[in-house]
């Protein structure tokens, strides 16, 4: 079945190529200069790494999602940034050396974080019972090789390979990740669409709250705490945008269970929606501080 082979097939080599992207786009100074602000590392991988599950868990006992609903959501809520956050972060003028430092180390934490609160997750919900486990280390080695692994091996690429070399084939290098995990995603939206819930369902409501939410609080969280605005602008973004294909990947590659699936597909169409929304304020807001200033 195409489906089948585009989810547990294609999806893992595609996320995999995205990963070294990224890992191509760091240097160990992005890093360092990050750390030079531990405040603001620390306030992005709080909000996402424990705020995040827990108002994905106020939206399920919210609404009254089936379970299987429930699972994808809280499965969304639990896989790291991607290159799409990275890519928001970079259209709103954010912090983008934040904004991908934030994504590598969510990435290097979730492999060892998402199977072990998924895992909570389902006897929560019930769902354990009735035979839906995710096994720990078998989901730990998977999610190594297709996020932290690539990551490793493009900051590696990036040693060795010459500066000049590194500059002009990684904006293709992006280009081309970017336009195959679009169409991944794509591809397994005409593969499952028969499945997936109607647009007017609580599904698509949980999706779209779940972003708008988490963006909001990432947004209220830096002003309380007074950051830059190019720091609030990249903690935005990557609070509320979530890689989707890692989500996708753990349901219908290592899970086969294209049930649990279909809200993260959701997830990864309709996350942009908001984010664009909140892309075009800033931008607007821009142009309205600059009128402002050549006025005055």
């Known amino acids: 079945m195409a489906g089948e082979w585009l989810a547990q097939v294609a999806l893992p080599w595609i996320l995999a190529s995205v990963m070294l992207a990224m890992g191509l786009s760091l240097t160990r100074e992005d890093f360092l200069r990050v750390l030079q602000h531990p405040s603001r590392v620390a306030l992005g991988l709080g909000l996402q790494m424990l705020a995040l599950p827990l108002l994905a868990w106020i939206l399920v006992l919210l609404l009254p999602l089936p379970p299987m609903a429930a699972a994808g959501l809280l499965l969304v809520a639990l896989v790291p940034g991607g290159a799409t956050s990275n890519m928001f972060s970079y259209l709103v003028q954010g912090d983008l050396a934040l904004s991908v430092s934030l994504t590598a180390m969510a990435a290097m934490l979730a492999p060892f974080t998402l199977p072990l609160i998924m895992g909570w ?86 999706v779209l709250l779940l972003c708008m939410s988490a963006m909001a609080m990432g947004y209220q969280a830096s002003r309380q705490f007074r950051l830059p605005r190019d720091s609030t602008r990249a903690i935005t973004v990557e609070v509320g945008v979530q890689n989707a294909g890692v989500a996708m990947m753990v349901a219908f590659a290592i899970l086969q269970l294209p049930a649990l699936g279909l809200v993260p597909l959701l997830y990864g169409l309709l996350m942009n929606v908001p984010v664009f929304l909140w892309v075009f304020y800033c931008l607007w807001r821009d142009r309205q501080l600059v009128a402002v200033t050549e006025r005055s």
Request: glycine share 6%.
């Open 121 to 206: 997750n389902f006897q929560l919900l019930g769902l354990a019972a009735e035979g839906f486990s995710l096994p720990y280390w078998t989901t730990v080695g998977q999610l190594l090789l297709v996020t932290l692994v690539p990551v490793a091996l493009g900051m590696g690429l990036r040693r060795i390979l010459a500066e000049a070399t590194v500059q002009a084939w990684l904006p293709l290098v992006k280009l081309f990740t970017g336009v195959a995990m679009v169409s991944i995603v794509l591809a397994l939206f005409l593969a499952y669409h028969q499945r997936l819930p109607a647009l007017a369902s609580l599904e698509t409501m949980a």
